[in-house]
């Protein structure tokens, strides 16, 4: 049997370099993504907490389904408690960044981060 080596070919190598670049790149602007201030928690649309994300903290509030809790830590803030089936809202993670969203939809809760940076020319965040 044959063994085959594996060169690289300069269009490899450019690629390679093109991805290198990239990654640099989403990197540095991710960093520069302003940090929020605020976490609203909304239920049914209507705001119903407000927590500061540069003190721990957490509130309780009801939702369609039962209760929900929001929790701020040094990460940012997350639910860690929902009343809803699948628990997807909670394995949703933590979110910092301004215009961020954790929905819970069974439940009609969502978390956005306001505030910051209010100059930022940024329209939305995904991620």
Not at 34 to 53: E, F, N, Q
Not at 115 to 124: F, H, K, V
């Given at each position: 049997?044959?063994?085959?080596?594996?060169?690289?070919?300069?269009?490899?190598?450019?690629?390679?370099?093109?991805?290198?670049?990239?990654?640099?790149?989403?990197?540095?602007?991710?960093?520069?993504?302003?940090?929020?201030?605020?976490?609203?928690?909304?239920?049914?649309?209507?705001?119903?907490?407000?927590?500061?994300?540069?003190?721990?903290?957490?509130?309780?509030?009801?939702?369609?389904?039962?209760?929900?809790?929001?929790?701020?830590?040094?990460?940012?803030?997350?639910?860690?408690?929902?009343?809803?089936?699948?628990?997807?809202?909670?394995?949703?993670?933590?979110?910092?960044?301004?215009?961020?969203?954790?929905?819970?939809?069974?439940?009609h809760v969502a978390v956005r981060v306001e505030?910051?940076?209010?100059?930022?020319?940024?329209?939305?965040?995904?991620?």
């Amino acid at each position: 049997m044959r063994r085959r080596s594996f060169r690289f070919r300069a269009g490899d190598v450019v690629v390679v370099l093109v991805l290198v670049v990239l990654a640099v790149g989403l990197t540095v602007l991710t960093g520069s993504v302003p940090r929020g201030a605020r976490a609203v928690v909304l239920v049914d649309g209507v705001s119903r907490a407000v927590l500061p994300l540069d003190e721990p903290g957490q509130v309780r509030v009801d939702g369609a389904l039962g209760e929900t809790v929001v929790a701020v830590d040094s990460l940012g803030v997350h639910i860690t408690k929902s009343a809803c089936p699948n628990k997807t809202c909670i394995h949703m993670g933590h979110i910092s960044i301004q215009g961020q969203v954790l929905i819970c939809v069974p439940n009609h809760v969502a978390v956005r981060v306001e505030g910051g940076d209010e100059q930022s020319n940024l329209d939305g965040v995904t991620g």
